[in-house]
């Protein structure tokens, strides 16, 4: 029998876990209406139903389904995927990918397909409790090495719940021996702007005992950028900022977050990269804790780690487009073909047929999304480079 520990109402589930969990699932009728909503086939339901009864720990979920699935995404909505930067990992140790966060799903399942493809370990990844709406996604999660995230809780309950996490990240990162991933601030950028948020950092800060360059070394902190030649929701996230300006009180429904999740699978992505950048180093620790309060620190970290998103960050001939339809100017001319802008224009009509097409204001916000990582590179990277 497990032992009850202080993380387990947020933690992945344990091998042992895992069959028990499998035949929890087999009985939810919600989980069955969506086997067959998603698979047509009734053969194909029982071949599924079969295959999960006989998964006995997380790796064989992940072979068996995850795997083959994310596989398929790839084949069927991308133009493939790079990765690059793994010199800078060692694969017997364990880190904290901090990342910049374009889709609900994709971001971290992509990047465990490749760690998987590369003989890496999988990454534990954070997710938030808004998008567990079903309790067959709260397990599913949990089987596939996702730790709960609490999100829309009283002030006071999230204090206690902050330094859960924080504890938990820190446990798992310098005595478990596992990778994890978070998002660099809570919720995907709508606008192409990747900001870190000092609050994510200063919820990670909040299990140290030690002092700030030695608490946040032992964290092994890599900053990660993840680039979409197509923006897996982009016309969805027009839409959701297009609502917050007619109304600032707009809050998405969970309907919302499902609908995303589901284009950000099926949607097309074109070419996509992962690119790690190198572990935060205890000089750049000692450098960036040199004056200052805690604030101080934490928002010089924060902007260390953009710098180094941004720099990673792959910026494709939409981008370049983007940028140069959105400043009316022929800055990066030089960076794309004829055929390339007249596909990306194409592009932008197709997708903005679902939001509203004749709204200019429409047009700006998707132009300024794909314009927007220019923008950030170089405001940030190259002003540091000269």
Not at 140 to 159: A, D, E, G, T
Request: glycine share 4%; with cysteine.
């Amino acid at each position: 029998m497990l032992e009850s520990n202080e993380f387990d109402e947020i933690r992945p589930y344990n091998d042992e876990e895992v069959p028990e969990i499998m035949n929890k699932l087999l009985v939810d009728p919600v989980f069955a209406r969506v086997l067959k909503n998603v698979f047509a086939d009734d053969a194909k339901i029982q071949v599924i139903r079969d295959t999960m009864l006989q998964i006995q720990n997380v790796e064989a979920f992940q072979r068996a389904f995850m795997i083959p699935f994310l596989e398929n995404i790839i084949n069927t909505s991308t133009k493939g995927i790079t990765i690059a930067g793994l010199e800078h990992l060692e694969k017997d140790r364990s880190y904290l990918f901090i990342s910049n966060h374009r889709d609900i799903v994709l971001d971290s399942a992509l990047l465990n397909e490749e760690m998987y493809k590369y003989g890496y370990n999988s990454t534990e990844i954070a997710m938030g409790s808004n998008l567990l709406v079903y309790q067959w996604i709260e397990d599913l999660s949990r089987v596939n090495r996702s730790f709960i995230v609490k999100r829309n809780i009283p002030v006071r309950q999230m204090l206690k719940s902050s330094h859960l996490l924080s504890s938990y990240i820190r446990h798992t990162v310098t005595n478990n021996g596992n990778s994890i991933w978070i998002a660099q601030r809570e919720g995907r950028s709508k606008d192409g702007l990747d900001l870190t948020s000092p609050a994510v950092l200063k919820m990670l800060n909040m299990a140290n005992t030690r002092k700030f360059v030695r608490g946040f070394q032992e964290l092994n902190i890599v900053p990660m950028a993840i680039s979409y030649e197509i923006e897996p929701c982009g016309n969805e996230k027009v839409a959701e900022l297009l609502k917050r300006q007619s109304d600032p009180g707009f809050q998405k429904t969970e309907k919302d977050d499902l609908l995303s999740m589901a284009s950000g699978l099926k949607n097309q992505k074109g070419r996509i990269q992962i690119q790690f950048g190198a572990p935060i180093s205890r000089n750049a620790l000692k450098n960036l804790s040199k004056e200052g309060n805690i604030n101080d620190r934490l928002k010089r970290l924060a902007e260390y780690i953009d710098y180094h998103i941004y720099n990673n960050y792959k910026l494709f001939p939409n981008n370049y487009i983007g940028y140069d339809l959105y400043y009316n100017c022929n800055k990066y001319i030089d960076h794309y073909t004829i055929e390339e802008q007249r596909s990306f224009i194409e592009l932008t009509h197709q997708r903005l047929k679902l939001v509203n097409e004749d709204r200019e204001d429409a047009m700006q916000l998707w132009l300024k999304m794909y314009a927007t990582p220019v923008y950030s590179y170089e405001n940030c990277c190259q002003k540091c480079q000269e």
